[in-house]
Nanobody
Framework: QVQLVESGGGLVQAGGSLRLSCAAS????????MGWIRQAPGKERQFVAR????????YYADSVKGRFSISRDNAKNTVYLQMNSLKPEDTAVYYC???????????????WGQGTQVTVSS
């Protein structure tokens, strides 16, 4: 089992920044992929970013590319999402997830955190 706990959400004005953290505990694997997925009210979950714990490679959704940055600290079993130039449309619950990469563009997320709310006011 893997436990994921997100923190760092909050209310920020448009143009501002937030840094989300995801602390992992329990059984973790060096070949895992850690991702951030968000869900706005009334909308489906949307992929935001992911990072490979093995080689640090990253991948971003087009909507956040250039504004968000995902990173990891393997010693602390923590993944971060630095969010800059935030927009009202970034408002959502942000979930951290851990899983395995099945194919180049496919990750199966097996474990999820409880989510943290990010609200961006205009």
């Amino acid at each position: 089992q893997v436990q994921l706990v997100e923190s760092g959400g909050g209310l920020v004005q448009a143009g501002g920044s937030l840094r989300l953290s995801c602390a992992a505990s329990g059984r973790t694997f060096s070949n895992y992929v850690m991702g951030w997925i968000r869900q706005a009210p009334g909308k489906e979950r949307q992929f935001v970013a992911r990072i490979s714990l093995s080689d640090g490679s990253t991948y971003y959704a087009d909507s956040v590319k250039g504004r968000f940055s995902i990173s990891r600290d393997n010693a602390k079993n923590t993944v971060y999402l630095q969010m800059n130039s935030l927009k009202p449309e970034d408002t959502a619950v942000y979930y951290c997830a851990a899983g395995v990469q099945l194919a180049t563009m496919t990750v199966r997320y097996d474990y999820w955190g409880q989510g943290t709310q990010v609200t961006v006011s205009s």
